[in-house]
C-alpha cells in the first residue's frame, strides 16, 4: 500500500471514528421528548361507605411529551404532560364496563449514571397535578390528584443529538373521592420506549 493511501485510511478511520463518538450534552442544552408504553394499574381500594371493594384493571397504555434540558453534568430537568388510558376488568369479582384516564403535568429530575457514552442509564424522581377521570356508561366523574412517578431506564445515543429511550416506571396517585367513593391504592406499573431530541 503506498503511502498517500495510508494516510487517506488514516484520516477516514479518523474521521469515522470522530464522528461516531457520542455528543456530551452542555449544561443548560434543552431538549423535547415523547414516549409511549403499556400501564399496568394494579387493584385499587373503593370505599363505598358499608365496605370496601376491589377494582381491577386490564393493561392499558400511556403516552407523553415535553421539554428538558442539562442543568449540570449527569443531572437532567423535564416538564411533561402524560396521559394513561385504562379499562376496569373485575370491580368485587364482578366484570365491569368503562375506562379510567390519567392527565398530569410533571416535574421530573433525573441522574445519567455516565456521561460522553453511547450507552446511560438512569434514574429520576418526580411529582405532579392533573385530573383521573372515570366513565361508564354515560355517567363521567372527575377528581384532582397529586402523581409521583420514579423512572429507571436506559438510553442509547443513535444520533448525535437523538437518544433513544426504554424505561421502567413506577407512578402513584393521592387517594381520590370520585362518584361518592373513596378510592385509594392508585398505583401502577409502566414500560415505556421513546425518544428524546436535543438542539
Known sequence: MSKFYRIALIFLITGVIGFAKPVVAQVGDPYIFGNIGLTQFTEQDVDVGPAVFGLDYD???????????????????EMGLSLKHASPDTFAG???DGTATTFHVTGTA??????GQPLTPYVGAGIGLGVISAEAG?????AFSFA?????????KIQPNM?????YRFWLS??????DADVSNIFAHELSVGLRYYF
Not at 354515560?138 to 372527575?142: F, G, L, Q, V, W
Open 94 to 96: 364482578s366484570s365491569v
Open 163 to 167: 437518544d433513544f429511550n426504554a424505561f
Open 138 to 142: 354515560t355517567e363521567s366523574e372527575s
Open 174 to 179: 393521592s387517594p381520590i373521592t370520585i362518584a
Open 59 to 77: 393493561v392499558g397504555f400511556n403516552i407523553e411529551g415535553g421539554v428538558g434540558t442539562t442543568f449540570a453534568p449527569q443531572f437532567r430537568g
Open 148 to 156: 409521583f412517578q420514579l423512572p429507571l431506564g436506559v438510553s442509547y
Open 110 to 115: 433525573f441522574f445519567d449514571f455516565t456521561e
